[in-house]
């Protein structure tokens, strides 16, 4: 769109682009998976050349908003729990979630890169409920910004990929620390996936996958209550509906151990 929003990404912060794209190819449809205006709208409103860039795959669009209902489930089931609760973006990019199943209640905070925090506050200007924070996820300066007290939901979507197993650990440790009785919803990547963008093998002609070294496959979900003890329930989050053969594969895919998958965690109570 000429005159829009023109973002200078790299690697890692693109991906925020790359998501929300494909929210809104789907969100564009008819008959939708997933109800996301908002995601329209910035498409629209940025200077960018998504399609050129990141396809226009009907199959890659369907999943990502898949994964999106995932973790807008979990954050409603919280909010029905906790409806003045916080709930926090970690890697939060360009993401609609506080537009699609905010209770007109709760808080909203997201942290992100300085750069993906800048365009965020440009394109979705923080208000009284909807803050910003520009900061490393994995710094923990951060939980500082986050107020317990009416209980709190931590979403890492498309975010622990990114980071070092170590980092995905230490991450998740520290909220089970800080955040007692608190809950995390989390996805991941299947080890052979991780293998390939480590090595630099995903890729289509315009846009490359940036390396993903934290793989997990479905079997080893269980592993994440390990990091803290206060790690107390590990349940797998499974997309629901579909469209076309896509709706009739999903049970199959359940049985597929190196898989995608989202993951949800609860936090013991003080």
Known sequence: MSGGERPELAQVPETALWTLWHRAVEARRPDTVLEDPKAVELVDRIDFPFAERFGEGALVSQLQALRAACFDREVADFLNRCPRGTVVGLGDGLETQAWRV??????????????????????????????????????????????????????????????????????????AERFPGGSMVLDAVPRWFSARTVQGKLRTRHYQAPPMPFGMDADEHGKLATAHPAVTDVREVYPEGGRGLLRALLPLVRRVNARPSVVALRFAGS
């Open 102 to 175: 905010d209770n007109g209640r709760a808080d909203w905070l997201a942290v992100d890169l300085p750069e993906t925090a800048a365009l965020r506050e440009r394109l979705l200007p923080p208000d009284e409920r909807r803050r910003i924070l520009a900061c490393p996820v994995t710094d923990p300066g951060w939980m500082d910004e986050v107020d317990p007290a009416r209980g709190v939901m931590i979403c890492a979507e498309g975010l622990l990929m990114y980071l070092r197993p170590e980092e995905a650990r230490a991450l998740i440790a520290a909220c």
